[in-house]
Nanobody
Framework: QVQLEESGGGLVQAGGSLRLSCAAS????????MGWYRQAPGKQRELVAAITSGGSTNYADSVKGRFTISRDNATRNTVYLQMNSLKAEDTAVYYC??????????????WGQGTQLTVSS
């Protein structure tokens, strides 16, 4: 099992910035992609950003140019989401995820408990 501990959510004004962190522990061998989904009230969970163990990144169109995902270079077990120019529509619960893969075989996806981001307009 992989445990994911998130931090950094909160209340911020529109136009402001915030950084989310997610640290993985437990069975971290074969960790590959990590990233963030979000879910706003009444909406489906959507991918925000992801980063592979090799550093390749993927972003939702709605956050490109505003959000930056990065990964701790030393341990590769912590992922960060720097969020700038925040908008009211970014308000959601943000969930960290981590995938384990071994030689192309998907071993499982793990989720954090979620952290609330509220952007006031």
């Amino acid at each position: 099992q992989v445990q994911l501990e998130e931090s950094g959510g909160g209340l911020v004004q529109a136009g402001g910035s915030l950084r989310l962190s997610c640290a993985a522990s437990g069975s971290i061998l074969f960790l590959n992609a990590m990233g963030w989904y979000r879910q706003a009230p009444g909406k489906q969970r959507e991918l925000v950003a992801a980063i592979t163990s090799g550093g390749s990144t993927n972003y939702a169109d709605s956050v490109k140019g505003r959000f930056t995902i990065s990964r701790d270079n030393a341990t590769r077990n912590t992922v960060y989401l720097q969020m700038n120019s925040l908008k009211a529509e970014d308000t959601a619960v943000y969930y960290c995820f981590a995938d384990r893969t071994n030689r192309g075989t998907f071993l499982g996806r793990y989720w954090g408990q979620g952290t609330q981001l509220t952007v006031s307009s």
